[in-house]
């Protein structure tokens, strides 16, 4: 949904330390993907944990975005139905309506 992409622009607009941050996380999560897991496996407690920081900054910039994405969506809804309301209320009187 386009409110939730803008949320994601307007979060990192808002703060360039944070838009740093969030490229390290995907540079940590695409270094530990990209791998080899095999590889991995014995150290992958400290491999989890290395990821646990940049993990965490993704969630929040999505709880961000959803939370804004879940404002919006109430507010065309109410819109919606407000409309909704409002043709009912006039195609009251209407003349379709008197068969
Ligand atoms: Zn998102």
């Known amino acids: 949904m386009l409110a939730h992409e ?7 607009l808002d703060s360039p330390e944070r838009l740093a941050q969030v490229e390290a ?3 940590a ?17 400290n491999v989890r944990r290395r990821l646990r920081e940049p993990l965490a900054v993704l969630a929040a910039t ?10 919006v969506l109430r ?14 209320a006039s195609a009251g009187g209407d003349a379709r309506e008197r068969r």
């Open 62 to 71: 999505e709880a961000h975005a959803e939370s804004v994405e879940a404002i």
């Open 6 to 12: 803008l949320a994601h622009a307007e979060y990192f």
């Open 29 to 45: 999560i695409e270094a530990f993907r990209s791998g080899n897991r095999r590889a991995i496996k014995p150290v992958y407690q």
């Open 75 to 88: 507010e065309l809804t109410k819109e919606r139905q407000s409309q909704t309301a409002m043709l009912r």
């Open 25 to 27: 996380a995907q540079g």
